[in-house]
């Protein structure tokens, strides 16, 4: 079962981002979208699917429907993959340390 635990203005996603998990996630995160910046932390994400994708991109358009900016970190190399392989992956934003 996937998990969404929010701390400040970062959400921390853990479980399995997959077509079977997508409702719970969006429900999770319904109401977080209230801050000027947010962060989803995929760190512990531990399964995805081609949904994940998706998930992605709905929660991009609702930060920019409450004009929120987005940032993801830590995509799991498998979302990363998939994003790459339907040329997507430049429109995910995420964060990319100086150096």
Do not use: C
Not at 17 to 41: K, Y
Not at 50 to 65: G, I, M, N, P, Y
């Amino acid at each position: 079962m996937p998990l969404i635990a929010i701390q400040g203005t970062t959400l921390h996603v853990s479980g399995a981002m997959t077509l079977e998990n997508v409702t719970a996630l969006l429900d999770e995160s319904a109401t977080a979208f209230t801050a000027r910046e947010m962060e989803f932390d995929l760190a512990a994400v531990s399964d995805v699917d081609s949904t994940a994708v998706s998930l992605l991109f709905e929660w991009q358009r609702r930060a920019r429907d409450n004009k929120t900016r987005l940032t993801f970190t830590h995509l799991p190399p498998n979302l990363v993959r998939i994003a790459t392989l339907y040329g997507v992956l430049e429109l995910i934003p995420q964060y990319r340390s100086a150096g």
